[in-house]
Structure formats: structure tokens, C-alpha cells
Nanobody, 117 residues
Framework: QVQLVESEGGLVQAGGSLRLSCAAS????????MGWFRQAPGKERELVAT???????NYAESVKGRFTISRDNAKNTVYLQMNSLEPEDTAVYVC???????????WGQGTQVTVSS
């Protein structure tokens, strides 16, 4: 089965940048979509960005223009470039993989991103 390994997050000053990566290992047959979610204390998990197998992307309104999601299919890896970070971006960021054929989803362990002011 698929396992997702996320890079470490970190502590960043407001206005700074951070890049996250998520690598999938194990069977990755067929088409799959990947994305990032985040969850802050006391709040529900929310979608940050997704990228489909064909390369199309979607972003939460709160991160449009600041975050960029990309993927390297040869490496089975998805990236999230975060620029102009704000304290409101502080959360645990979780990688997601969704198999198109079955709709089955896999999740990473999550990585903490903290933005200080």
C-alpha cells in the first residue's frame, strides 16, 4: 500500500517562505490526485491546494496568489511552495493522495508550520 512521507515544516517569520514536499512510496498504479490540507487548533481540517494527475490545480481562496502546488510524477512527489506567509497560516499541514480509479485516499502524518509575527 501507499505511504506518504512529508518533509519537515518549521518556524518562519511573517512574510517569509517555506517549501513542503510529500513523497509517495509503494504501488502507485494508474492516475492519482495529490494535495495538501491543514488543520489549526480548534478548527476543522481545510483544503489548501490540490493538483490532479493531469496537472490542473485548485487553491483555497485564503492562499491564492501566495501558495503554489506542483508535482513530479517521476518521483511521485508533490510540493507546496508557500510565500508571503501569515500567522493565520500556522497549522499542521497534511499530504493527501487520492486514487482516481477507486477514490481511495491516503494521508501523511502531518508536519507543523508556524508563522511568527
Amino acid at each position: 500500500q501507499v505511504q506518504l512521507v512529508e518533509s519537515e515544516g518549521g518556524l518562519v517569520q511573517a512574510g517569509g517562505s517555506l517549501r513542503l514536499s510529500c513523497a509517495a512510496s509503494g504501488p502507485t498504479f494508474g492516475s492519482y490526485n495529490m494535495g495538501w490540507f491543514r488543520q489549526a487548533p480548534g478548527k476543522e481540517r481545510e483544503l489548501v491546494a490540490t493538483i490532479r494527475s493531469g496537472g490542473s490545480t485548485n487553491y483555497a481562496e485564503s492562499v491564492k496568489g501566495r501558495f503554489t502546488i506542483s508535482r513530479d510524477n517521476a518521483k511521485n512527489t508533490v510540493y507546496l511552495q508557500m510565500n508571503s506567509l501569515e500567522p493565520e497560516d500556522t497549522a499542521v499541514y497534511v499530504c493527501n493522495l487520492r486514487v482516481v480509479y477507486s477514490g481511495y485516499e491516503y494521508w501523511g502524518q502531518g508536519t507543523q508550520v508556524t508563522v511568527s509575527s
